[in-house]
């Protein structure tokens, strides 16, 4: 069964990639709400994800890993839980969009629950410079017909700050030219954002306790490379990613989305990934070109593929925390977020290569090839396909 499981699993994660590769120029075409109902979210799609988390499990279930190497096991098992926190916000939860004018009651429902909103005051705050937006706050005034007795409560929204009210989420979308009504997004979801950030968090404590177990691969890897290696590696991958964040974060005047400290975070971590990815590029090409140095190379390379990936993974999780926070959902099938999951994808192959003696030219070839995935999420989808994430 392990001889069959694992090549299905792998298999059912390539189709899977192209199908978001395809998605994405679906989306540029004909816009995200067509890619997302007859792509990324249609119900062949969510079958492929299942079959291949499923598959996955089984196969992990399968071998002595979920009894020797307990933190690996709980790594993985931190997916199934974030996709079955997706499944459960996709098939139960309710998302939508209100606007709301000075004096105007407009209800808002979703599975019994009934909500009379009504705008009381909105404001933009400027900042330092008096012209740019720093921010936009929305006063509130709601009623829920629910409950008894009938009460109004206020509540208040700002960008980054979403209002909870009675199981709904209030987000700061846009407002009208003359300051006189906003639009809101709203979501209503009881259990799916619970389930998905709970394996947010199981993912990031099994990151943090897989460089502490015993009797992986990634420690005999480890244990092949000299130590200087280990101790001015990470001086420069810090250096390195200091430098790329100086130069990419987006310079004063913010727009008001992105006046907030996750931006930083957010950023940073991307780039630590970034500037191991581009190092192990470049090893690739070291590897080509000097014969002598290719196995030591390659190994150097395996070594940084861990914290390479699992700093894209941790970036592209605290991108969708922001995303929840700013836009009232952590995934919208974004350019950006669906190539960063290609990415993704793309690298936790190479992870899960044990390379022969006799692919080692191969490896560092994939090492380069698999660079060209980097520079198209990060250069190509704002030149080419936009999105959300193209601030100007």
């Known amino acids: 069964m392990q001889r069959f499981l694992r090549p299905f699993s792998f298999s059912l994660m390539g189709v899977i990639l192209l199908l978001l590769i395809a998605g994405s120029v679906v989306e540029h075409i004909y816009g995200t709400a067509f890619a997302a109902h007859y792509i ?13 988390a499923i598959s996955g499990m089984v196969y992990i279930c399968t071998t002595p890993m979920w009894r020797t190497q307990i933190i690996t096991f709980l790594l993985h098992f931190s997916f199934v839980v974030i996709l079955a926190g997706s499944l459960i916000t996709h098939l139960w939860g309710v998302q939508g969009e209100v606007h709301l004018r000075n004096d105007q009651a407009v209800p808002v429902t979703a599975h019994g629950a009934s909500v009379s909103l009504f705008l009381w005051d909105f404001q933009i705050v400027y900042g330092e410079d008096g012209q ?30 979403p209002l909870k009210y009675h199981g709904f989420r209030f987000c700061q979308a846009d407002y009208d030219s ?106 690739g090409i070291i590897g080509l070109c000097a014969s002598s140095l290719r196995e030591k190379i390659q190994t150097l390379s395996q070594v940084l593929l861990y914290p390479a990936i699992f700093c894209l993974t941790i970036g592209i999780f605290i ?74």
């Open 178 to 283: 003359d300051g006189k009504g906003v639009v809101l997004t709203y979501s209503y979801d009881r259990w799916g954002t619970g389930v998905t950030y709970a394996g947010y968090g199981l993912l990031l404590l099994s990151i943090i306790a897989f460089f502490f177990q015993r009797g992986t691969r990634f420690r005999s890897l480890l244990q092949k490379q000299h130590k200087i290696v280990l101790y001015i590696l990470p001086v420069v991958i810090l250096a390195l990613a200091c430098v790329m964040t100086r130069v990419v974060t987006p310079k004063p005047p913010l727009q008001p989305v992105l006046q907030t400290p996750l931006l930083g975070i957010h950023v940073a971590v991307i780039m630590v990934a970034y500037t191991l990815f581009g190092l192990i590029m470049v090893n």
């Open 319 to 392: 991108g969708a925390i922001w995303a929840n926070l700013s836009w009232g959902r952590y995934w919208g099938w974004d350019p950006k977020e669906v190539w960063a999951l290609v990415t993704l994808l793309v690298y936790a192959g190479m992870l899960h290569w044990k390379p022969k003696a006799t692919q080692t030219v191969a490896f560092h070839v994939c090492c380069i090839l698999a660079f060209l995935f980097v520079l198209f999420t990060y250069f190509g989808v704002n030149a080419i396909l936009g999105g959300l994430h193209a601030y100007k």
């Open 40 to 52: 990324y979210t249609a119900p062949w799609t969510i079958a492929l994800w299942a079959a291949a």
């Open 132 to 161: 740019a937006p720093a921010d936009y706050i929305t006063e509130l005034r709601m009623l829920d017909r629910s409950r008894q007795p009938l009460s109004i409560d206020e509540g208040t929204i700002r960008m980054n700050k």
